[in-house]
């Protein structure tokens, strides 16, 4: 039997962990941050040789990477954050240096693997993931098929335009649901309202504006910080039963860091989501929930990849 390699690429830390054929419970773990003296490209060799087995053979490494990549031909088109790999053959280098089969995913499309095969949603055979966090991305099963689209850059569910003319979106778009349900997005609309003369805890509070400064507010009964997570959960809410009259999903997994805000979050989704489905059949054996694998889900979506 054969391990697999599997990597969790972000902008700020690069992680890999060695795994065995069963389970999802790595012989070995490392990270490293992205950045340092050599290239990532460098530090991505390095971390990989470092968990290199000496005992057992590597049938697979599968990439996990953020932004707009193809699958198929391997080649990264946007990632945030990483410098010069824009373009970059990033399978092909990665099997050229190792000798093994390389397979590359975007984050939040293996994200909704991971959590199909290993997670909350184990037995599900139509499936939507989404990640709320500093963005908010997601992943699309399909008949137990993940949905990747001609040039991979399918399910991109953040750049839904959600409010024409509303809050300019990171990608230089305006209205998309990043824009107004991102952990960015509900910290923007506060700064906005403070701006504009809003009463709030948080004009005292000596930590800059974000979700989970936002949260903590809210818990204390800030009208403001509580508008604005309704704000962002009913956007999201709206987006998600869009998301079910297109894809009739059975069960809508959400996980990111903003998640933790629990019902702050999740009760204005469900109320939006029940209030624009066109038919409660498609809320009929339909399962809204929150994520399982937690800050694992990078890696074990990687691993998923490398196991399908």
């Known amino acids: ?42 530090r991505l060799y390095n971390l990989i040789a470092s968990i290199w087995p000496e ?5 697979r490494i599968a990439l996990g990477a953020p932004g707009a ?25 990665v099997q050229n240096r190792f000798n093994v089969e390389v397979r590359l995913g975007n984050d939040a499309n293996l994200a909704a693997l991971g959590e199909w095969k290993y997670g909350a949603g184990v037995g599900h055979h139509n499936l939507i993931y989404l990640t709320v966090s500093t963005g908010l991305g997601g992943g699309i099963i399909v008949d ?17 335009t959600v409010l024409p003319d509303g809050p300019m979106c990171g990608c230089g778009f305006r209205g998309h649901l990043e824009a107004m349900s991102s952990g960015t997005g509900i910290a923007n609309y506060v700064k906005r309202e403070l701006a504009a003369g809003r009463n709030s805890l948080l004009s005292q509070d000596t930590e800059p504006v ?50 933790k805000a629990g019902e702050l979050l999740m009760k204005p989704v469900r109320t939006a989501l029940q209030e624009t489905v066109i038919s409660p059949m498609y809320l009929e054996n339909f399962t809204l929930t929150t994520a399982k694998l937690g800050d694992r889900v990078g890696l074990v979506g990687a691993l998923a990849l490398a196991r399908s």
């Open 55 to 59: 005992e057992t053979e590597v049938r």
């Open 144 to 160: 137990d098929r993940l949905l990747v689209g001609a040039n991979g850059l399918a399910a991109e569910v953040g750049h839904i």
């Open 69 to 93: 990549l193809n699958p198929v031909t391997g080649i990264t088109y946007q990632i945030p954050n990483i410098p010069n790999w824009n373009g970059l053959h990033l399978k092909e280098l």
């Open 210 to 259: 974000s979700a989970r400064t936002i949260a903590r507010a809210a818990e204390l009964g800030d009208e403001l910080s509580i508008e604005a997570f309704n704000i962002g959960g009913t956007f999201l809410g709206r987006a998600i039963a869009d998301l079910a009259h297109l894809f009739n999903p059975t069960i809508v997994i959400l996980g990111g860091s903003v998640t």
């Open 1 to 42: 039997m054969m391990d697999d390699i599997a990597v969790d690429i972000g902008g700020t830390q690069l992680r890999a962990g060695l795994y065995p054929p069963e389970g999802i419970e790595p012989r070995v773990l490392r990270a490293i941050p992205t950045r340092g003296e050599e290239p990532a490209i460098e």
